[in-house]
């Protein structure tokens, strides 16, 4: 048998999905919940590596494959203390390795996530 265990934060994100998507039916609660565990796994595996992620850009509609990560090796340099926490406005960050330019900051909103490599 398998279970899904989630955990409080896990559950959190559920229910923004869930909001922000206007779930009503038991399989889009489903859905839900499945996307805040992929965007649990997501951050926990940019914590130590660069990760291939497909998510849908809100401003175009369009879909977005990236490469982010948020290991401290490779972002801490970047971090200056004066941004707020993704939590707080329900996005997730991460740095662009892809990006040009200078601040490679990026996020996108926890519906939005389509597809973890």
């Known amino acids: 048998m398998n279970a899904l265990v989630i955990t409080p934060k896990e559950a959190q994100r559920a229910l923004v999905i869930a909001t ?36 849908v850009k809100k401003s175009t509609g369009e879909l977005r494959r990236a490469f982010g990560t948020t290991m401290s090796s490779l972002v801490s340099r970047h971090i200056n203390g004066r941004g707020i926490d993704r939590e707080s406005v329900n996005t997730v960050a991460f740095w662009d390795t892809e990006a040009q330019g200078e601040n490679k900051w990026r996020s996108f909103r926890y519906e939005t996530l389509v597809k973890v490599c």
């Open 20 to 55: 922000r998507t206007n779930a009503n039916t038991p399989a889009e609660f489903l859905v839900a919940g499945a996307k805040a565990a992929m965007v649990a796994e997501l951050k926990k595996r940019m914590q130590t590596s660069v990760v291939e992620f497909y998510f």
